[in-house]
């Protein structure tokens, strides 16, 4: 995990005359991991580690403990944009009103459509999108459909109910 303070270790150094110096290799790891956590982005996190994505990858694949450092920083990096997301659905953001191309003041706009998403990621067990249709068959056979928009637990509901009609487990 990176905490705030390690912000300026990805920094590059500078030579006099402007020319960066290159990172060794502990601290390019260390760089490019800060950098991570703070944009989820490989790309710029390889960037500001001034190394190759393929070296990234590399270590990644042959060091367990990169790996697991890795995993962490894209954690981190969702846990910014949940963080975000929260304030804007939430606490919601400012936006000036202007009238005759005056500043007026200011209105708090709220996103339902964040607190949406929070609430399916918090409880998608409650949240997620359902559909049921239900036709009859000229046999008198009913048939029951039931979207589930949540790939986790998909199997484990169609097994139960499966059961539970009196099939047999696959």
Excluded at 65 to 89: I, P, S
Excluded at 92 to 109: A, F, L, N, R, S
Excluded at 112 to 133: N, Q, S, V
Aim: include cysteine; charge should be neutral.
């Amino acid at each position: 995990m990176v905490r705030e303070d390690e912000g300026d270790k990805a920094t590059p150094k500078k030579r006099p005359g402007g020319r960066q110096v290159a990172l060794g290799p502990e601290a390019a790891r260390d760089a490019f991991l800060s950098a991570l956590a703070r944009t989820g982005n490989i790309s710029l996190a390889c960037k500001v580690a001034r190394i190759h994505r393929q070296t990234a990858y590399e270590w990644r694949q042959t060091e367990p403990l990169f790996e697991t450092a890795w995993q962490d920083a894209l954690k981190d990096a969702t846990d910014v944009l949940e963080q975000e997301a929260r304030r804007r659905a939430v606490e919601g953001t400012k936006k000036p009103v202007y009238q005759g191309g005056q500043h007026v003041g200011d209105i708090q706009e709220f996103s339902d459509t964040l607190l949406i998403f929070l609430l399916k990621g918090a409880a998608p067990e409650k949240y997620r999108e359902r559909m049921l249709t239900e036709q009859q068959h000229s046999g008198n056979v009913r048939i029951a459909i039931e979207y589930v928009n949540d790939w986790r637990k998909y199997s484990p509901m169609v097994e139960a109910e499966h059961r539970e009609a009196g099939g047999k487990s696959a």
